[in-house]
């Protein structure tokens, strides 16, 4: 599997030391416009996106964000997209289609109509409002969490699936396991990974493959050594689903910017931004150029069944 250099775009200005050094999981290639873009995937396999864009960034690098996202997919799952600016670029772009979910429309999926006509789309609950860990020995309130469930047909093949988009809570895993000093963060946490698999299951059930896009808040790598019960990988394999990162040779980049890397590192960082599947990715692409975010934009391809 290869993967080209791509140019590097317009950036928050996040300096990370040694970028031009050894890079295993580098850029694929860009389309050149976007009549190039809908052109390819018409005829082509799935290019399913994920991007979390950090709600504290200006509008005008969330721009850069989801037209970068555009332009090297046909469906994608944002999360952090919401506040009103955000809304009203994202809504504002007729050439695409958007699903924010009522309860949560930070966290919508968009999609190419040229690509893909939208069969039905609902919400999902993942959890309730409640408190957690704020981090200074206190308790903070947390508002429920809901995920869009979004049925596409491909239009070039007939091909039906759906798409299920998610940010889970933060702070509650490290290295694949329960942080000690979070016992709420991580119950809800549990709550919320237990819900994405019912809304899975219920997909299943009736009848379609799913694609689960978004922001897990654990490193697949941890997750897959550990396999805690309660975890991501766990509970997804148990629904025959497979993560966009198995089998690719993946490095320290993560799809995280992390800043306090330990000394003996120049990057670092979890893949915890994944895209699960029913059959495995042909390819799967960190952007790491890409800098608008404290996370990198990821796609994957998949071949059609």
């Known amino acids: 599997m290869r993967f080209n250099d791509a140019p590097r775009r317009s950036s928050l200005g996040l300096a990370l030391a040694g970028l031009a050094g050894t890079m295993l999981f580098a850029l694929a290639p860009v389309a050149s416009s976007p009549a190039a873009a809908t052109d390819a995937a018409i005829s082509g396999p799935l290019r399913i996106g994920s991007y979390n864009i950090q709600i504290s960034q200006p509008i005008n690098q969330f721009r850069q964000a989801v037209d970068f996202i555009k332009s090297v997919s046909d469906v994608a799952g944002l999360q952090e997209a919401g506040g009103a600016p955000r809304r009203q670029y994202l809504d504002g772009d007729k050439s695409w289609r958007i699903y924010h979910p009522p309860g949560l429309p930070q966290d919508p999926v968009i999609w190419n109509p040229h690509v893909y006509q939208l069969i039905s789309a609902k919400q999902v609950k993942l959890s309730d409002s409640t408190r957690v860990e704020a981090g200074n020995g206190r308790t903070m309130p947390w508002k429920a969490l809901w995920a869009p469930v979004v049925r596409l047909r491909q239009i070039s093949t007939g091909y039906k699936f759906s798409v299920i988009n998610v940010h889970l809570i933060r702070a509650a895993m490290n290295e694949g396991r329960p942080r000690r000093n979070a016992p709420l963060t991580y119950r809800v946490y549990v709550h919320q990974v237990k819900a994405v698999k019912a809304a899975v299951h219920a997909e299943q059930e009736a009848g379609w493959q799913v694609y689960v896009t978004g922001d897990f808040n654990i490193g697949y790598v941890a997750d897959r050594q550990v396999q805690l019960r309660k975890a991501p990988?766990?509970?997804?394999?148990?629904?025959?689903?497979?993560?966009?990162?198995?089998?690719?040779?993946?490095?320290?980049?993560?799809?995280?910017?992390?800043?306090?890397?330990?000394?003996?590192?120049?990057?670092?960082?979890?893949?915890?931004?994944?895209?699960?599947?029913?059959?495995?990715?042909?390819?799967?692409?960190?952007?790491i150029h890409e800098i608008h975010s404290d996370h990198y934009p990821i796609m994957s391809t998949y071949v059609t069944p």
């Not at 990988?233 to 993560?243: E, S």
């Not at 670092?268 to 059959?279: E, R």
């Open 233 to 287: 990988y766990h509970k997804l394999t148990r629904r025959h689903l497979i993560a966009n990162w198995q089998g690719q040779r993946l490095n320290n980049y993560g799809t995280h910017i992390d800043n306090q890397c330990p000394p003996s590192k120049s990057h670092c960082g979890a893949y915890i931004d994944q895209i699960w599947a029913p059959t495995p990715a042909a390819s799967s692409t960190v952007f």
